[in-house]
Nanobody
Framework: QVQLAESGGASVQAGGSLRLSCAAS????????MGWFRQTSGKEREGVAV????????YYIDSVRGRFTISRDNAKNTLYLQMDNLKPEDTAVYYC????????????????????WGQGTQVTVFS
């Protein structure tokens, strides 16, 4: 049974930092393209960052590029999202996900092909 478990969400002041983690089990983790997504109430889910199976390639949406860093430790089956210079508009529930179909970076921001999802962790940024 595949499980993805996010942790690290918190309330933080604007300009602060957080590091999210996603522990994976029940899958050959290093085979999967992994992504971080976020969703706020009343809005569509959006992709935030994606990383290739071995960690050599990453992509970000424009609004977080330069502030967020996605990384992975395949020896620990863990995905990370380092978030710096947080802004109130980053407030959301953050989810990690594993892609099960399709090329790693094709339509990733829409979450297409992502079949395994965690339950999410809340990030709140206050000004």
């Amino acid at each position: 049974q595949v499980q993805l478990a996010e942790s690290g969400g918190a309330s933080v002041q604007a300009g602060g930092s957080l590091r999210l983690s996603c522990a994976a089990s029940g899958l050959i983790y290093s085979n999967y393209c992994m992504g971080w997504f976020r969703q706020t109430s009343g809005k569509e889910r959006e992709g935030v960052a994606v990383i290739s199976p071995l960690g050599s390639d990453t992509y970000y949406i424009d609004s977080v590029r330069g502030r967020f860093t996605i990384s992975r430790d395949n020896a620990k089956n863990t995905l990370y999202l380092q978030m710096d210079n947080l802004k109130p508009e980053d407030t959301a529930v953050y989810y990690c996900a594993a892609r099960i179909t399709g090329a790693c970076f094709t339509s990733w921001t829409q979450g297409l092909g992502y079949g395994y999802w965690g339950q999410g962790t809340q990030v709140t940024v206050f000004s």
